[in-house]
């Protein structure tokens, strides 16, 4: 199990959400989360431009910068898997999923720890984003 960094954690959930809504894209199917510096692997046709990364980075700080509250509700496995991608929960998580809500921005299901606000994360920045063999790389951190 890997121990995720909640800041980071938070930040993966609202990138992926301003992907899907910038991009019609899915969540990223791989990433990988750490303190110092993360990054989500998303099937893409094609690299992003300077002006829709810049777009981008824009969308995640507005997000963040609105103070959303984070918060979490249980559905069981039958309800959830009707409104959600439920492949990437690990198996045997049991009857109940749990699903977390950012604001009214984010909601999916996740077992991993949270902050409670938006206002915790900090500033999301892009570290850089690459193209190959149909995966959009996107790195990134986040500061004060
Ligand atoms: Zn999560």
């Known amino acids: 199990m890997k121990s995720y960094d909640p800041q980071m954690h938070t930040a993966e959930h609202i990138l992926n959400q301003t992907m899907v809504r910038m991009f019609g894209c899915e969540r990223s199917f791989s990433n990988h989360i750490e303190k110092k510096k993360s990054k989500c692997d998303y099937h893409f046709n094609r690299p992003l431009d300077l002006y829709e990364e810049l777009e981008l980075v824009k969308k995640v700080n507005e997000v963040i910068s609105q103070n959303l509250e984070v918060k979490e509700y249980f559905l069981t496995l039958a309800e959830a898997s009707e409104k959600f991608n439920l492949s990437r929960l690990p198996e045997g998580s049991g009857?109940?999923?749990?699903?977390v809500t950012v604001g009214d921005y984010d909601a999916c299901p996740c077992i991993g720890p949270h902050v409670k606000n938006s206002s915790e994360i900090g500033v999301f920045q892009l570290v850089s984003?690459?193209?190959?063999?149909?995966?959009?790389?996107?790195?990134f951190k986040l500061s004060e």
């Open 95 to 99: 009857d109940e999923v749990r699903i």
């Open 129 to 139: 984003t690459s193209h190959e063999d149909g995966i959009l790389r996107v790195r």
